[in-house]
């Protein structure tokens, strides 16, 4: 039998390496940055997307010849890696489904509590000098609509729920539980806050437009922990400017890190965080032992989990 | 029947008088401010404390003749108001007690999850426009020590829990649900968040002091929401320096407002916030409504709710 050959799309120092050392004698390790990515796609026969930033993968797919049957990225997210060569061939892709849901609800959890209480102001304050009495608001009872009813949604709609908050969670489609896109602007019409957790594909690709937060109370608040493009970017600045919304926290954003110079750093009410939502203590080595579980089922020839719809660009079902 | 009166020991303004409107008829109602207190309550049956971070009550209080023979703080804790003269006559006195539980428990998991998820530096570096991403903790799997088992400590753990926190109660004595004060230390000594909640009497003052500091983990953090005096100010601001803990929170204060002087504005990792975590949209509205539902029970001879043990400090029981 012909040994494996796992390449690994290194991330950039300090990054470190994913632990693979229980594949020693199973397969073969080869490391690759950016840059050496393409000539080494025809010798591997499993692609670990270590470096989940990075689009090299999307360039470096070879149109047609030798490539690697499986593809797995350490991201929940597939939209950085995705081009039309690799969803028409038939390499399997998986993502790290599971390991961000609970972390990433957490820190949702953390975004509506921290504005509800007007944290930031506090913090604020506190550098002056200056004992301000406010009154903040209660987050039971109030009500938040959730998009992207994957295990991310999910998550975060069970983790506000457990502080009191009514939650609506809308995906693509009805099913028990979620509510259909259609329904999505009577939902965010009412809701105290607006949680964006969708992927991004062709059709959620800048959701969150100017007529979105058109449809938003005045004060309703919007976070984004999926992904940048999700929403229109200027848009949610002139939102803000004009208070047709009162608050947001967005932690993705359509180029990172975020420029210097970008208009969001400075936008009134916006919390601007680097990409970390999902990010705790540990995970890397949540993200490289996935990798290794995924792999035990691979070599086997057992089904795999996470394995992502090529078309639609996340892992459907339940 | 002679006309009840009743004085209300109002606040300065801004804050607005309670809405007594109910009691038109029913109830001669008597403002008052500090200065006026003194000679005002031998004529007043009842008296409402709605200033309740004056002590004017304590410096007023008659030691013989004509007195209210109620007095309701809109307050949790009655340290302000109690004296030995107030203590040793047969006057009730009564609290805001289950106005505030809610909301401080929604203000203290906001800081918790704030301080797990590094919001403080987050925003910090959002204003020097600098992208630096880092891991965060887990809330979930972490263990409290809430101190103080009355309403409040138990809603602070009620939602602690909710998020996954093993969360340990301590009260003076022991019940069922809650740790006696002898296993205070054992359970310091393992926590990720240490909770006070416990109202401020003879026996609390001061209890976290250096040596209480220096008993808990590195990586715990602190959080007082009851009142300042039980916490010995000058040792957690050496505590901190020296990084015996991690972090802290205060929202209550020795002195309040905090001088723009105090050392605790600027200690490290020390969040400083001023005095508002029960004090959500509508709060006094709450307060002013709750005083009246007590006042029909009084004035129908039915059994008061609230009634505060004038010994301990506090409205004992579960």
């Known amino acids: 039998m012909a040994t494996t050959t796992v390449l690994v799309l290194d ?24 840059a050496g990515l393409a000539a080494r796609l025809p010798l591997a026969d499993v692609l670990l997307v270590w470096d989940f930033a990075s689009d090299a993968v999307r360039r470096a797919w070879p149109g ?36 961000f849901d609970e972390p990433i609800a957490e820190y949702v959890a953390a975004l509506v509590l921290a504005l509800a209480k007007d944290l930031p102001r506090t913090l604020e304050l506190q550098r002056e000098r200056s004992w301000r009495h406010r009154e903040s608001r209660r987050v039971a009872g109030t009500r938040a609509c959730v998009v992207g009813s994957g295990p991310i949604g999910r998550a975060v709609a069970r983790t506000l729920k457990a502080l009191g908050v009514t939650t609506a969670l809308v995906g693509r489609a009805p099913r028990p539980g979620v509510h259909g896109a259609e329904e999505l602007d009577r939902l965010l019409a009412r ?19 100017a007529r979105r937060f058109g449809v938003m109370q005045p004060s309703a608040h919007f976070i984004n922990i999926g992904r940048g493009p999700l929403v229109v970017e200027d848009d949610l600045v002139a939102a803000l400017s004009k208070r047709w919304i009162a608050g947001a926290a967005l932690d993705v954003f359509a180029h990172e890190p975020l420029p210097g110079d970008s208009p969001l750093w400075a936008a009134p009410g916006l919390l601007v965080s680097p990409h970390m939502s999902g990010d705790t203590v540990g995970w890397r080595d949540e993200l490289g032992a996935q990798f290794i579980e995924l792999y035990e089922a691979w070599a086997a020839g057992r089904p795999l989990r996470n394995v992502v719809d090529k078309e639609r660009g996340y892992v459907p079902g339940h």
């Open 64 to 99: 047609e010849g030798s490539r690697p049957r499986w593809v797995h990225t350490a991201s929940a997210g597939v939209d950085h890696l995705m081009c039309p060569e690799l969803a028409a061939c038939d390499t399997v892709v998986t993502n790290a489904r599971g390991v």
């Open 191 to 209: 809701a105290d806050w607006v949680v964006c957790a969708a992927p991004l594909t062709d059709d959620t690709r800048g959701m969150f437009d």
């Open 11 to 34: 991330a950039a120092p300090p990054t470190p390496p994913p632990r693979l050392g229980s594949l020693t004698g199973r397969a073969r390790i080869l490391h690759t940055d950016e």
